[in-house]
Nanobody, 128 residues
Framework: VQLQASGGGLVQPGGSLRLSCSVS????????VGWFRQAPGKEREGVSC????????DYLDSVKGRFTISRDIAKGTVYLQMNSLKPEDTAVYYC??????????????????????WGQGTQVTVSS
């Protein structure tokens, strides 16, 4: 199983980035997927996730209306479109996946310890 995240970088406040996570060794049609982030000196926090269907999508309150998660099952890729970026969005972003959470339908409320598969992380820096 592998999750390969990409798309991070340096962007000015108000800018946009799109993160991608290419998966192998499992399929996206039977795993919940999502993104966590970790800023220096802070704990990892869940940013967004997709459960069994697109009506089981959840977002961290601080990113609602700015970030959009999506998945392309055929391509085995998960995306996180991030708009109107703020300095407080600066963090390492990790893509995650878990088979058990998928069976629960909704993905909200599950912490980092409950996701089995993790990507290597991609740095997002929002600064002028």
């Amino acid at each position: 199983v592998q999750l390969q995240a990409s798309g991070g970088g340096l962007v000015q406040p108000g800018g946009s980035l799109r993160l991608s996570c290419s998966v192998s060794g499992f399929t996206l049609d039977d795993h919940a997927v999502g993104w966590f982030r970790q800023a220096p000196g802070k704990e990892r926090e869940g940013v967004s996730c997709i459960g069994r269907n697109d009506d089981s999508i959840d977002y961290l309150d601080s990113v609602k209306g700015r970030f959009t998660i999506s998945r392309d099952i055929a391509k085995g890729t998960v995306y996180l479109q991030m708009n109107s970026l703020k300095p407080e969005d600066t963090a390492v972003y990790y893509c995650v996946a878990d088979r058990q959470i998928f069976t629960y339908y909704f993905c909200s409320g599950y912490g980092p310890d409950e996701y089995e598969y993790w990507g290597q992380g991609t740095q997002v820096t929002v600064s002028s």
